[in-house]
C-alpha cells in the first residue's frame, strides 16, 4: 500500500496527463437510453510542489539529495522519467 502510495504521490509532483470522457445520453421514442454524443479531452495535470515536498520528506532516509552529485541527481531525474513513461504506458494499455 505504501509503495502505491509513494507512486502516486510522485506522479503527482512530477506532473501526468490524463484523459476525460464526456458522455451525453438521449431517450428515444420507446424510452431506450442511447449514447449520443462521446467527447475524450486530453489533460496535463502540471507538477504539485506540495506533493514534491510531501514524496521528498517520506522518502528522506533513503536518499541525502543534499549531499548528492549532479550527476548522482540526473541519474536519479533519467530513472524516475523512466517509470514514469513505463506507468504512462500501462495506463495506455489499460483502455
Known sequence: M???????LLKKAVGYNVSEVSEE??????GVEQ??????TKKYIPPDLTALKTYLELT???NDYE???DEELLKI???LIEELKI???????RK
Open 2 to 8: 505504501e509503495d502505491k502510495l509513494l507512486k502516486s
Open 35 to 40: 449514447l449520443s454524443k462521446r467527447k475524450i
Open 67 to 69: 549531499n548528492m552529485s
Open 87 to 93: 506507468e504512462g504506458n500501462k495506463g495506455k494499455n
Open 25 to 30: 445520453y438521449v431517450v428515444d421514442n420507446e
Open 77 to 79: 531525474k533519467k530513472e
Open 60 to 62: 528522506e532516509g533513503e
